[in-house]
Structures are given as structure tokens and as C-alpha cells.
């Protein structure tokens, strides 16, 4: 993997995750203009704003599935825009965890066999990788349900399967989007509930993309997309008060 050295006072400062001064446009449409996010280790960060103001687009480009007009994007000490293709989908199979609205399961495959898939697509042991995955389905709620074909499953039950499919090579950061928007409130909770509680335990760090208020709750901070940029809200809340 390619390595960029950085400079002390930025390794000084313990980010995992940063955007710096990034700009995505869609043809015409700015997406992020100027977007700066810096992502602590272990940090759950919240990032909202209403649909269309970028926040999934600056997820994907922490992510590496989008690279920025301009600006940087680093992770891990390492400028993660200027790496190759082959690279950054490498990142997204071992460093990088995915949560999506809908899951995105096979529903053609068991529960375990979409948990393990990414393992075996890391070239795991079939052996490693089914065992990895049958440790979290308790974890999960999911205890006998391993053999289940997802395509069987409730809603709920088929966000933490993909709770468990990200979580189960053992990412340094968990990246989810809307994981609960397709879920009713008392679901979405017990979905929340799992997903920051087994990040925690397992040392992730967590972006979560969200517009919902109640979601957000479950991070250790939030910031806002306001016309393609971030808005720290503890900071700005700080700001009004004075």
C-alpha cells in the first residue's frame, strides 16, 4: 500500500479520518464546497443535514469510493485521493466497514454466508471466516438465524446482518449511511443500540450519515452539512451562547 509521510504536527493530532478543504461537484452541482471533517480514533461522528446537502457524498469520499475535485482526503496517515484504484477497493475490503439504508445483503445466501462473504473475499480460511461470523450473530440478536436465507429475514433483522457484514473483518472505521431509514423508531433504536455498542467494543471508529435527531444521539458528536460545508454544532452552539 502506497504511504505518505505526514507532517508531525498533524500525526500529533490523532485523526483517522480527515477531509481537508474538499470540493465535489455533479456536472454543475456542488456537492461539498470547502467540506473540512477531522475524525478521531474510537470517535462516533454524526453528520447531518437534510436530503441532497452532501453528506453522503463526503461519506463516500472519506470512504474512497468518490475522489474530491480538490482538497485531500487522508486516513491512517496516509493521503487516501491520490492512491490507485486498486488501492483504495483493497481499503474498503479490510480497513473500511459498510452499512447502508437497505442493507444491500445476497438474498440468495444464508446470514453467515453474508457475514463471512467479505472475509472469503479477503481469501480467508473458509474455517476462520465461518467461525468469525457465527461470533457475532449472538452478539447481534441473530443466535440460530445463521442458516436463515436473508431474503426471510425482517427488516430489523436485515440491518444487523449487514451490521455484522461490516463489522466482521474487523475495520478501523465503520462507515453507515441512513442504517436505519428504512426501519420504524423502536427497531431503528435496537439496530443503533448494537451497531455503536459492538463498534465500541471492537475499537472502530463510526461515520454515520443520518438526518434523524434520534440517531444522531447515539454518536459522541455532531456536525452539520450546510451548503457543502461542516458545521462542528457543539462549536457553534458554544458560539451562540456567547
Not at 456537492?31 to 443535514?49: D, S
Not at 453522503?56 to 496516509?78: M, N, R, Y
Not at 435496537?190 to 434523524?212: F, K, N, P, Q, Y
Request: with cysteine.
Amino acid at each position: 500500500m502506497t504511504s505518505v509521510n505526514l507532517p508531525l504536527a498533524a500525526r500529533s493530532r490523532g485523526y483517522l479520518v480527515e477531509a481537508r478543504d474538499v470540493y465535489r461537484s455533479f456536472g454543475q452541482t456542488p456537492a461539498l464546497v470547502g467540506a473540512t471533517l477531522a475524525v478521531p480514533r474510537g470517535e462516533i461522528v454524526a453528520v447531518m443535514g437534510p436530503s441532497g446537502s452532501g453528506k453522503s457524498t463526503l461519506l463516500h469520499c472519506l470512504a474512497g469510493i468518490l475522489t474530491p475535485d480538490k482538497g485531500e482526503v487522508w486516513f491512517d496517515g496516509q493521503r487516501l485521493d491520490t492512491l490507485s484504484d486498486t488501492t483504495r477497493t483493497e481499503l474498503r475490503r479490510t480497513a473500511f466497514g459498510f452499512v447502508f439504508q437497505f442493507g444491500q445483503l445476497v438474498p440468495e445466501l444464508t446470514v453467515a454466508d453474508n457475514i463471512a462473504l467479505p472475509l472469503l473475499l479477503n481469501r480467508d480460511s473458509r474455517k476462520s471466516a465461518y467461525a468469525r461470523a457465527e461470533s457475532l450473530l449472538p452478539r447481534l440478536d441473530l443466535d440460530g438465524l445463521g442458516r436463515r436465507r436473508t431474503g426471510e429475514l425482517s427488516g430489523g433483522q436485515v440491518q444487523r446482518v449487514a451490521v455484522a457484514r461490516a463489522l466482521v473483518a474487523q475495520p478501523k472505521v465503520l462507515f453507515a449511511d441512513e442504517p436505519t431509514g428504512s426501519l420504524d423508531t423502536l427497531t431503528g433504536e435496537m439496530v443503533m443500540e448494537l451497531l455503536v455498542g459492538i463498534a465500541r467494543e471492537e475499537g472502530a471508529t463510526v461515520v454515520l450519515v443520518t438526518h434523524d435527531a434520534r440517531v444522531a444521539a447515539y454518536a459522541d458528536r455532531e456536525v452539520l452539512v450546510r451548503d457543502g460545508k461542516i458545521i462542528n454544532l457543539a462549536a457553534a452552539q458554544v458560539k451562540a451562547a456567547d
